[in-house]
Structure formats: structure tokens, C-alpha cells
């Protein structure tokens, strides 16, 4: 059955993915009756619950375990042909019901949840799930701010129930529901709702961007659209090709990790930052443009999309360098197909689209001869998250202070991604790409690009990382320039000498930084943690009290 009435949707499974016969024929390809449904195909949804909660009492919980009915990846895509089939008959009442009344939910478990479980002897062959929770990584990830409590305790968390649908209502009742089954097995830590915008930005997150509109296509599972990143089952789904893990344990196949992340978003502060800066378009428009002048909307606008890479609409800011282009951005045979190439140029260039780009800097394209295709396949990520809190009202933006340090935005995202590695997958885009100021990699010389604007920050303050001025150097009189090689001997607080070898960039002394230099950071980490989640077989054989052992 053909998707037409879901083109749009960047994740849309190919038409034999759901023959009974197409697993058991296709060893290589991972079995979508035994995943937990959200990793391959997305939930659809408008609306989702998130229960966090620490296991009370292992031996009920598991009786428990054996009734909760996870939703498996072939329900989902049952689910998407019910939708599908009334949106193409939209007069058929029954259709419709059917299509709304769709619920889903799965379970995930940290690292101290399995070992209060006592459900397994051997690792998951992750070996940062196995060492640490997410608030032990929270400097290397380069969250500066505080954290809600319930994220910030070590090993707090045992696991989350998600519970998506059409509205909130009917995750809400699914949620009692959910806790009612649970009852005195589970301690509830905390939950979070999430909600899609009204219409016409219900697929727009709280600055304004169509989200989801990049995502990986798992070869023979997902139909891709041109230009989409294509990947290896493996890379999402545990125990199939493309798996940088060879050798797991049986009991992880068919299993994913998941990272769940509370992004709060200064909606106010990026508007006015846009509208401070838009102005001067002149300085950051592509150097080949020599059109008409911007009006003011246009100019803030491609000020915007230059930190995100694409428009609001969704349109692609490679194909689309000056002016928005909204039926390209509804199209899905072109809003992925690009690979920032500027014709006559042969090295990577940031003519129309800046290297430190949000899209640019988390699924980087077309970095050979630098890095290898395969290699960036490898860091891909499913993203399923969805929007939280209310939209921007006029009397917050008439009360809003910027000098306000605890100021705390009541709306943001919910970021959940899924991958079969942590370090290769939301750990290299956050901190080997997004953090790193010499990503991506663009000449045999280390250029100095910047932070990803969206998902990045600053050093924290009196960091190790932050810089700190220095007085004129004895006996040295060069004068410095942009990509000088600069090497350094300085003395420690303790009277250690210490070598600083790298790059000198000039500030010009007066000089108003250039547009998006002085970007102050509007996304807040909220704190997080990581999750496994099991293939449904594995959570029967728990519930059932089987120790996982190989």
C-alpha cells in the first residue's frame, strides 16, 4: 500500500516491509513485529506522555510487565495505513474513529533500572550506557545550567513509560491507565506532557521551524525520498548490519538506545535577537547575490534560517540562499535533496549555507575527500520528539528582561532521538560535531568554524575552555593574522610551563562583531537521561523472570 497521503512524512516504511515473509527472507533486515514501534517508523501523534519512574518492587513490577501491551514497529505501521486509508476517504466516518482513537506506548529502562531488575548477567555492549547515566555527562555535553530535579540525581531514574496519541485527553486517560496497571510496583519520579502547536504550525517547533523534516531512511525498511541520508538497519536497530557493536549479546537484538533531553527554548530572546540583527543583511547575504534589496521580514528571516540551515517552511537554505521557497519546502522528491556544493566551486564552501548551520553542524553531507560517507551514515539518528509547553503570549514578551539570569522559559522541546550506539550516534552530533568549533571539517588545515548555534554554548564561565586575555608577549613582536599558526609558552598557577600550540583569529579592536558572532545561546538543557529499549521478546522473557545471559 503506497503512502500518498503521507508523502510528507520523512519516514515512510517501503511497501514489502510488512509481508509475513519479508523478515524471515531478509535475516539482514531487523524484525519489526519484535521492536518496540517508535525507533523505525515514528509514532503518530499530536500528543505524548512521559512517565519516569523508579521500580518499588521488582517482583510485581515484573507480573506487571507480562500484561503492558508495548506497541511493536508493526503496529505503527498498521497504524499509518489506517491513517493513511481516512485521509483518503475522509467522508467514512468508521475511517476516521479508527484513525483517532490510535494509542501507543513502549518502556525503556536505564543502566540502575536493569540492575534493579536483576534481569541480566552480560552488558548491552554500549559501553557508555554501561559506565555512567546522562547527569554524570553533563559537562562533557556542555549543559552549564541547572537541571530539573528529577534528572539531577545519579542513577535516579529506573525508567520511562511513553504514551502517544491523537490529543492529549486521550494520552492523559491512557496515562491513568498505564499507572493504574502499575500500581505499588512503580515509584511515579515525575511526568512530562508534550503537545503538537495548533495548526498551521503543528509541525513547527516553538521558534517556528518544520520539524522532522531530516531523518535517516534504514535501507530496505524506509522508502527515501531524493536526497535523504540513507543508512544501514544497524545503526538504529541493535544486531544488524551496520551495528558498530559486532559481537552483543542475543537478548539486545532488536533493541535501541534512547536518549530523552528537556530543551527549554528563550522563544522571546531569539525573536529579538533576529529582529536586532536583521537589518544587517547586507553583511551576511551570499556575496554573489546582487538582486533586490530585503525588506525588513525577509532580512530577519534569512537571519534565522542561517543558524538553522533551512527556512521556517522547511525549505533547504542551500537551494534557497536568499528567499524562502515554500513549495520546494512541501515538496519531498526536494527539501533533502542537496549537499551544500556551490557550482564552480570544488572545496567545501559556506557561500550559501554556513558551516555552522544546525543542519549543517548535527547531519553533515558530503565532507569527502575529508571523512567518509559511511562514517557520517554511521552518526545518524532517529529524532521523535515533540514540543512542550504554551505558545508565546503578548504579556510575556511585554514583561520579558533579558537581564534576567533565572529566567526560565515555560516551553521548549522534548528531544528524543534513537541509535544503537550513544557514542556513535547523539554523543558524536552533540559534542564532536555540534560543540566543536572545527566542525565540520572542511581543509588539511584546522579552520575554526564555531559552536552549532541551536544546540551549542559558550564555555562555561571560568572554565578551563574559557578564553582569558593575556598581555603582550615578551620578546615578541609579529604582527597576528586570521589562520596564523601561533605557538605559546606559559606559566601555570603552580609555576608549571605550559606549551599552547593553535590558530590566532583577530578581533578588531572596536569593531561590531559580525552577525551571529555574539549569539548568546538560546536552548537550555534541562537534564536527561539514557535508555535501552528492549525488542518485546526480551521484555517477555523478563517478565517471565529468564535472566538475559547471552
Known sequence: MPFTHLAHRAIRPISDVAKPDYYRMNPKIPDIANIQGDAVFIFPKRAEEFIFFRIADKVKFKEDLKNFDPTSALDVLRNLKAIEKYKANKSDSTLYTKADTIEQRQI???????????VRTTSTGDKRFEKTGMRADKDYLGDQSRWDSMFDQLNHLHGVIMLAAHDLDKCTRAKDRTINHFGSSIEIVGIIDGTAREKPLDKHEHFGYLDGVSQPAMREVIDPHPG??????????????????PNRPNWTKDGTMLVFRKLEQDVIGFERYVAKNGPRWKEFVPKDYTGRDLNKKEAEDLFSARFFGRWKSGAPLPRCPVFDDTKMAGDPKENNNFDYTVPGQTAPSDLHCPFTAHIRKTAPRNLMPYIDKKYLESGSIVRAGIPYGPEVTEEERESYDPSDRYYRSPRGLLFVCYASSLDEGFVRQSVQYGNNDFFPVTS??????????????????DSDQAPREVKVVDGYHAKFHDDTHVNLRLVDADGSKVEVSGLAKVTQSGAQPPPGADNPFWVTSRGGEYFFVPSISTLRAWAIGEVSTE
Open 108 to 118: 525503556a529502562f536505564s543502566k540502575s533500572g536493569l540492575d534493579e531488575l536483576g
Open 228 to 245: 535523504q541520508i540513507q543508512v544501514d538497519p544497524g545503526v538504529i536497530i541493535m544486531g544488524y548490519p551496520g551495528d558498530p557493536v
Open 444 to 461: 588539511l588545515m584546522p579552520k575554526v568554524h564555531g559552536q552549532d548555534p541551536i544546540i551549542g554554548g559558550p564555555p562555561a564561565r
